[in-house]
């Protein structure tokens, strides 16, 4: 089992920035691939960056690249989303995800764990 919690979410004005963090607990953090969903209300949960077992490679969907971070400390346990440029359409709750995988994945299906998500509101 691993046990997931996310933080750093808030009320933010469009164009500012938050960092969300992600603790993890329980199995070795660094057989994990790491990713964060998000999912706004009435409608369906996206993918938002990943970021490979060793940090090597990330991935971005087009709505969010150039304007969000995805980074992971092995020694912290700890996997983190820098947020830049915030827009209103950014408004949504965020779901850390753990995957025992080789390779990212935008799948929601190829993550075994999942944390309780952060809620991050982007006013305009």
């Known amino acids: 089992q691993v046990q997931l919690v996310e933080s750093g979410g808030g009320l933010v004005q469009a164009g500012g920035s938050l960092r969300l963090s992600c603790a993890a607990a329980g199995r070795t953090f660094s057989n994990y691939v790491m990713a964060w969903f998000r999912q706004a209300p009435g409608k369906e949960r996206d993918f938002v960056a990943g970021?490979?077992?060793?940090?090597?490679?990330?991935y971005y969907p087009d709505s969010v690249r150039g304007r969000f971070t995805i980074s992971r400390d092995n020694v912290k346990n700890t996997v983190y989303l820098q947020m830049n440029s915030l827009k209103s359409e950014d408004t949504a709750v965020y779901y850390c995800?753990?995957?025992?995988?080789?390779?990212?994945?935008?799948?929601?299906?190829?993550?075994?764990?999942w944390g309780q998500g952060t809620q991050v509101t982007v006013s305009s």
């Open positions: 970021i490979s077992r060793n940090a090597a490679s990330t």
């Open positions: 995800a753990a995957a025992r995988r080789l390779t990212i994945s935008g799948r929601q299906s190829d993550y075994d764990y």
